[in-house]
């Protein structure tokens, strides 16, 4: 599979077309901020771009674990306000019966729920912030989809990657009016963006910790064979509203997530680390998880 790793290695940026084998090196290459988001925009192969970075030298090689490299979401422009981070809910086919949608009936879009700007995301090992007293947390491993906005805000398609879409899924059963709250809060995303089309099997296991003992486990599966909708149904409506449609627009769109420790009754706690082994594309999400401190009141 064909990736892009973007990073910042000694105050300039960099990219990595390669995955490399545990303990490896990586191979980076200087990079313009917005070389890659430019190539999506522009209607041209992202390959390609890939191949002059290539071809125009510079390469670095760089430990996994120096203390310089600091990885990045996926195409993340400087500007937060330049991303948006949304998705879709109820999207999972063991919500309809096991079913899919039948073939030629009149589409009924799923749930869609905004998540936050670029900044909002976050990578493996950083702590994920929720609110202070939330409900009930769950855990949602998800393919997130990654369009790049050309000059006319016609979305253009990246590639895909892997994404926590940790929320407070006991307020919203309080109220599902109150989902909008329930949303806000820290999203883990992976930085390998795979390019290719959505995935149809994502298989994985998701292991939560809670002072250094395992304290739940389960299985999951994220692929497009597990949704009800097709993708590109689903895709091609939220595209319709001009408002994810302005010129130069990174939307980074998380595409659901099945049943998770909530469900099995587990409850996630302050100081949890929650792991996302994605085992069919080898990428791991591992985050500690801390409620937040209200704002000091004056």
């Given at each position: 599979m064909s990736v892009v790793f973007e990073s910042e290695y000694q105050g300039?940026?960099?990219?990595?077309?390669?995955?490399?084998?545990?303990?490896?090196?990586?191979?980076?290459?200087?990079?313009?901020?917005?070389?890659?988001?430019?190539?999506?925009?522009?209607?041209g192969d992202l390959a390609r771009a890939v191949a002059d970075i290539r071809a125009a030298g510079g390469a670095v090689t760089?430990?996994?674990?120096?203390?310089?490299?600091?990885p990045l979401p996926p195409l993340l422009p400087t500007v937060s306000g330049d991303a948006l981070l949304s998705g879709f809910m109820g999207t999972h086919k063991s919500k309809f019966g096991g079913e899919?949608?039948?073939?030629?009936a009149p589409f009924v879009p799923p749930k869609w729920f905004f998540k936050g700007f670029g900044s909002w995301l976050r990578l493996p090992d950083e702590t994920l912030t929720v609110p202070a007293e939330p409900v009930a947390l769950i855990e949602e491993p998800e393919v997130l989809l990654v369009y790049v906005n050309d000059a006319r805000g016609e979305p253009r398609y990246a590639g895909y990657t892997f994404g926590n879409d940790l929320c407070d899924i006991g307020l919203h059963r309080q109220d599902p009016g109150y989902n909008p709250y329930c949303k806000l809060c820290d999203t883990a995303v992976s930085p390998w963006l795979f390019l290719g089309e959505p995935p149809a099997t994502v298989t994985g296991?998701?292991?939560?910790?809670?002072?250094?003992?395992?304290?739940w486990e389960g299985n999951f599966d994220c692929g497009a064979d597990a949704l009800y909708h097709p993708v590109r149904d689903m895709v091609d409506h939220l595209f319709t509203f001009?408002?994810?449609?302005?010129?130069?627009?990174?939307?980074?769109?998380?595409?659901?997530a099945d049943q998770a420790s909530f469900h099995d009754g587990f409850r996630i706690a302050d100081g949890d680390r929650v792991t996302i082994d994605v085992k069919s594309h080898g990428v791991v999400l591992s985050n500690p998880i801390a409620y937040g401190t209200p704002p000091a009141t004056p």
């Open positions: 300039r940026r960099h990219a990595a077309f390669e995955r490399p084998g545990p303990g490896e090196p990586l191979t980076l290459y200087p990079v313009g901020e917005g070389q890659l988001r430019e190539a999506v925009a522009g209607g760089v430990d996994p674990g120096d203390p310089q490299l600091r899919s949608a039948p073939v030629g296991r998701v292991t939560i910790e809670r002072d250094g003992a395992v304290a001009p408002a994810v449609r302005r010129p130069g627009l990174v939307n980074y769109v998380l595409l659901g």
